[in-house]
């Protein structure tokens, strides 16, 4: 089945403790993205990625890493989390090209102390 | 840069009835448009595309949206609403001339079915 696979689902954390969420695809999809959903404010993008070892920056990437070593996993790191960055977290990916639809992960909701 | 705008938080439509949700964009050149419909404690779903040719796109569950260039306009239709259509649903853009590649996505538009 195509999917879109993020753990955690869930996660409640402390101010300052690094932690990564995982993103996998089995599309074999050139871009992957992450986004964060906030009430009021949709979906922002993150961070992008069109091809192993392509990043590039979304609307709002302080405070967030990623990664792109291999196709199918595009992690996301914060380093040193901080409460502003208590949000649900979602992972997506497309195929190469930009007329491609996103295929979405279920969410991550992330809560920080 | 390109941006989406969804003017309505919410809509209320009677079951039965048409529906809209309005999107439009702005973009440097010809947009790429997305809808996408997101139940609660779900993801994102894919529901319709506008890429070129066709100005009126038909996708998924009954769904179809219009692409309206003069009035940079994406609004999804409905003619006969379902309880089950109500949800999140969000607009977005891609933009074939921009060096990245953002996706850029609206605010979301709710929209409640009613019985």
């Known amino acids: 089945e195509a999917q879109v696979t993020q753990n955690p689902r869930y996660l409640i954390t402390v101010t300052g403790k690094k932690l990564t969420v995982t993103c996998s695809q089995n599309?074999?999809?050139?871009?992957m993205s992450w986004y964060r959903q906030d009430p009021g404010l949709g979906l922002r993008q993150i961070y992008y990625?069109?091809?192993?070892?392509?990043?590039d920056k979304g609307d709002v990437p302080e405070g967030y890493k990623v990664s792109r070593k291999e196709k199918r996993n595009f992690p996301l790191i914060l380093e040193s989390p901080s409460p502003n960055q208590t949000s649900l977290y979602f992972c997506?990916?497309?195929?190469?090209?930009?007329?491609?639809?996103?295929?979405f992960g279920e969410g991550s909701r992330l809560t920080v102390l | 840069a390109q941006s989406v705008a969804q003017p309505e938080d919410q809509v209320n439509v009677a079951e039965g009835n048409p529906l809209t949700v309005k999107c439009t964009y702005s973009?440097?050149?010809?947009?790429?448009l997305f809808w996408y419909v997101q139940y609660p404690n779900r993801g994102l779903q894919f529901l319709l595309k506008?890429?070129?040719?066709?100005?009126l796109v038909k996708g998924s569950y009954g769904f179809e949206a219009e692409f309206n260039k003069s009035q940079t306009s994406f609004h999804l239709k409905k003619p006969s609403a379902l309880v089950s259509d109500s949800a999140l649903y969000f607009c977005?853009?891609?933009?074939?001339?921009?060096?990245?590649?953002?996706?850029?996505f609206g605010k979301g538009t709710r929209l409640h079915i009613l019985p």
């Open positions: 990625s069109m091809n192993v070892e392509v990043t």
């Open positions: 506008y890429i070129t040719g066709d100005n």
């Open positions: 599309m074999n999809h050139e871009y």
């Open positions: 973009v440097s050149g010809n947009p790429y």
């Open positions: 977005a853009v891609r933009d074939p001339m921009n060096r990245d590649d953002k996706i850029i």
């Open positions: 997506a990916s497309s195929i190469g090209g930009r007329t491609g639809e996103l295929f």
